[in-house]
């Protein structure tokens, strides 16, 4: 994704463990199909995040996929592809965070959220 920003001469996202954990867990539960896949359950993790950091706007992209050499490269290649998604990746945006899970099928999971810091 920053690799994307820097094509688009935009300043790269700061990876925070702290939100990459909450991307995990839901990449996690998607993954041994606690969740269906999607974005639901957003609100939880979003609040969960502003325990973390105070933000102004956050943003999320899930994806998942099997049987590619790259599946992180494909997972942001259809984020790419798709305006909404595409939208997150160059919006205004400073810290992130990234979950990635396999399961025991060989599909892959993921969860990338995306924080603008609210500055109180």
Not at 52 to 71: L, T
């Amino acid at each position: 994704v920053n690799d994307y920003r820097a094509s688009r001469n935009l300043p790269p996202l700061k990876l925070d463990p702290r939100i990459s954990e909450q991307c995990r867990i839901h990449s996690q539960s998607m993954a041994n199909g606690e969740v269906p896949f999607g974005h639901g359950g957003s609100k939880a993790r979003f609040q969960a995040v502003r325990q973390i950091v105070p933000w102004k706007e956050i943003a999320e992209n899930v994806a998942f996929n099997s049987g590619y050499v790259d599946p992180g490269k494909q997972a942001v290649k259809g984020w790419i592809e798709s305006p909404g998604h595409q939208r997150n990746m160059i919006g205004n945006y400073e810290l992130t965070g990234i979950g990635i899970v396999k399961n025991a099928k060989g599909e892959y999971y993921f969860t990338q959220i995306f924080v603008k810091k609210a500055w109180l």
